[in-house]
T-cell receptor, first 114, second 112 residues
Framework: EPEVTQTPSHQVTQMGQEVILRCVPI?????FYWYRQILGQKVEFLVS????????KSEIFDDQFSVERPDGSNFTLKIRSTKLEDSAMYFC????????????FGEGSWLTVV | GQNIDQPTEMTATEGAIVQINCTYQ??????LFWYQQHAGEAPTFLSY????GLEEKGRFSSFLSRSKGYSYLLLKELQMKDSASYLC?????????????FGTGTRLQVFP
């Protein structure tokens, strides 16, 4: 079964450092998402991306965050200057159409900011 | 506002049947998803409902009533490996995005 892959699986970074989380969505998918889950809390939507631009973002997704699809296969989330409260599991997801009944999630990247 | 409620924890016995309820109040509705999540892992898709009624998929079934803002996930013939969190998520229905709003999840423990 096709899958969404994410790297790194776990990253520890110092507060104020930049972090890039990488995702390879399923190859024929066109819609890409980042979600996060703080330990013990619910999964929260960050941003959706289609046709090389952000289609929607949440209030969490402030100026410290950016997304990019640099080469047609990777989809990255950059946090410019990490804060302690950015520590969370970050999930990438993809689907091949809006209104599709299945959205596939990657295994997640666990970010710890110290 | 967007609100999705589900019980925090449930317990059940191996071989039994368990029903996990979810109620929602969202600005729009274009589908309800159930995901399974083991600790430290990704959510795994279980089921999708957009019309009223029951969808059955092996040991798992999901029901939706749009007029009541209510869904449940039914797990039959419980196995130990079914111990996990079950996440209810609603797609509010923006035209150009598939954003999902998640509930806090129901942690199910299956005992022998």
């Amino acid at each position: 079964e096709p899958e969404v892959t994410q790297t790194p699986s776990h990253q520890v970074t110092q507060m104020g450092q930049e972090v890039i989380l990488r995702c390879v969505p399923i190859s024929n998918h066109l819609y890409f998402y980042w979600y996060r889950q703080i330990l013990g809390q619910k999964v929260e939507f960050l941003v959706s991306f289609y046709n090389n631009e952000i289609s929607e973002k949440s209030e969490i997704f402030d100026d410290q965050f950016s997304v990019e699809r640099p080469d047609g296969s990777n989809f990255t989330l950059k946090i410019r200057s990490t804060k302690l409260e950015d520590s969370a599991m970050y999930f990438c997801a993809s689907s091949n159409a809006v209104r599709e009944n299945t959205i596939y999630f990657g295994e997640g990247s666990w970010l710890t900011v110290v | 506002g967007q609100n999705i409620d589900q019980p925090t924890e449930m317990t059940a016995t191996e071989g039994a049947i368990v029903q996990i309820n979810c109620t929602y109040q969202t600005s729009g509705f274009n589908g309800l998803f159930w995901y399974q999540q083991h600790a430290g892992e990704a959510p795994t898709f279980l089921s999708y409902n957009v019309l009223d009624g029951l969808e059955e998929k092996g040991r798992f079934s999901s029901f939706l009533s749009r007029s009541k803002g209510y869904s449940y996930l039914l797990l039959k013939e419980l196995q130990m490996k079914d111990s996990a969190s079950y996440l209810c998520a609603v797609r509010p229905g923006s035209y150009n995005t598939d954003k999902l709003i998640f509930g806090t999840g129901t942690r199910l423990q299956v005992f022998p």
